[in-house]
């Protein structure tokens, strides 16, 4: 299984951006997704997840309300919106994937997923 992000890219304060991530390999609607970041001298952080089917969600608190996840079954991809970007948001976004989730489960424990993609930065001027 391989993971590729992009989308990111310098915005200013206020702005939005995507993140797009293409996961390759099979049963890609057996795996529960997530997003997690890290910001310089910061430890990774979780960001969002979404369940298998997509129909359920969850965020960190610090992101509720302005980024919002979503997934593509049938395209293999998963997407982050980001909107209301704040300067604090600034950090290498990564996307992540976990293969033995249960159907309707989000996963916010960073250590419960099992492939990664390479990261992709986000700069928020001020």
């Known amino acids: 299984v391989q993971l590729q992000a992009s989308g990111g890219g310098l915005v200013q304060a206020g702005g939005s951006l995507r993140l797009s991530c293409v996961v390759s390999g099979h049963s890609f609607n057996r795996k529960a997704m997530g997003w997690a970041r890290q910001a310089p001298g910061k430890e990774r952080e979780f960001v969002a997840a979404i369940s298998r089917s997509g129909g359920t969600t969850s965020y960190a608190d610090s992101v509720k309300g302005r980024f919002t996840i979503s997934r593509d079954n049938n395209k293999k991809m998963v997407y982050l919106q980001m909107d209301s970007l704040r300067p604090d948001d600034t950090a290498v976004y990564f996307c992540?994937?976990?293969?033995?989730?249960?159907?309707?489960?989000?996963?916010?424990?960073?250590?419960?997923?099992?492939?990664w993609g390479q990261g992709t930065l986000v700069t928020v001027s001020s």
């Open positions: 992540a994937a976990n293969d033995r989730a249960i159907m309707g489960v989000t996963i916010r424990d960073l250590d419960e997923y099992n492939h």
